[in-house]
């Protein structure tokens, strides 16, 4: 450590050296950007051309209300969805160094140099290869959103995946009610009572075929609401489990990466109030305007 600003050396580690497939991970980082905005596209407007028609055959208050859940749900997702991966998660603002003159004592106090980018950055910093850049308090990068997660964009990647989460949830419930509306309509078996269980799995082999064999449900609209009820389970469960992982790091004034490290020690002063950490990222505003859809960065960006 240096005794006069503070800055961390290492000069008996090694340099690693830095892959230069940029544009590999650009096209990489496009195709799944690309890929994820069709598919929340085709849920949306699959789960509106699917649901409504069935469920809402005139129009109502049921129909215009549900159209303005549907329309929060998507432009929140989006939105999101476009804040954090075009947003810059984390740039690390130019300090001076080099000579005593340009550095106040201490002034880098905890800071490491970053032989990619040939300046200092912060203890929390990461230098991403894939970005080619050093994020501040980086918590991974993401090839989905085509970004890193950092503090400059942490607040609209959770917000993403909680719209994610509530908006595959109500489509799940919109495409399961249309399904059941849609089967109704189909003549099953007339059944009186069952004696065992032999009868019972006959029973649901019958209905199966019933249900298999009519031209509803063999219709487009049916096989479209089969879809969505899987496609919108899998992505509430997958996307589930990351929020609850990211929200609990959050909570606990943790980055993924000082996870990964164990390094307990790098940042301790956010560990004395948890509620807090939760407002480094997300404002100091009522917590439900956490919610509300915000461009440009909060507390956390501008904390070492």
């Known amino acids: 450590m240096c005794g006069w600003c ?3 050396s290492n000069c008996s580690a090694p ?4 892959r230069r497939c940029f ?8 195709v799944l950007v690309t890929t994820i905005i069709s598919l929340i596209i085709v849920i949306i407007g699959g789960g509106v051309w699917a649901t409504f028609p069935v469920l809402f055959p005139e ?4 129909f215009f209300l549900h159209t303005a859940f549907t329309s929060i749900l998507s432009f929140n997702t989006l939105f999101n969805y476009c804040a954090a991966s075009f947003v810059q998660a984390g740039p690390i603002p130019d300090i001076a160094w080099g000579s005593v003159d340009c550095v106040n004592e ?5 800071y490491r140099f970053c ?4 300046k200092p950055k912060p203890p929390s910093a990461h230098h991403c290869r894939a970005c080619n850049a050093c994020v501040n308090e980086m918590d991974h990068h993401c090839p989905f959103i085509g970004n890193c997660v950092g503090a400059g964009n942490h607040r609209p990647f959770i917000l993403f995946l909680l719209f994610t989460v509530l908006s595959n949830m109500y489509v799940f419930t919109m495409s399961l009610s249309a399904i059941i509306k849609i089967w109704a309509q189909v003549d099953l078996p007339k059944v009186y009572g069952v004696a065992s269980s032999t009868q019972a799995m006959l029973v649901i082999a019958s209905y199966l075929q019933a249900l298999l064999g009519s031209s509803i449900s063999s219709s487009a609209r049916a096989l479209a609401l089969l879809y969505l009820i899987a496609v919108s389970v899998s992505v509430a469960i997958g996307v589930g489990l990351l929020l609850h992982h990211q929200v609990k790091q959050l909570y606990e004034g943790y980055t993924l990466i000082e996870t990964l490290q164990h390094a307990s020690d790098i940042r301790t002063g956010l560990r004395r109030g948890q509620w807090r950490n939760l407002r480094r990222v997300f404002g100091h505003g009522h ?3 956490w919610v509300l859809p915000k461009l440009g960065s909060n507390g956390k960006m501008h904390e070492k």
């Not at 032989?115 to 040939?118: K, L, S, Y």
């Open 15 to 18: 340099v690693k050296k830095e």
């Open 59 to 62: 129009l109502g208050f049921s």
């Open 287 to 289: 917590p439900l305007s």
């Open 23 to 30: 544009n590999c991970y650009h096209i990489l980082d496009f």
């Open 6 to 8: 503070g800055a961390i």
């Open 115 to 118: 032989h990619a980018c040939q």
């Open 106 to 110: 201490g002034g880098l106090r905890g």
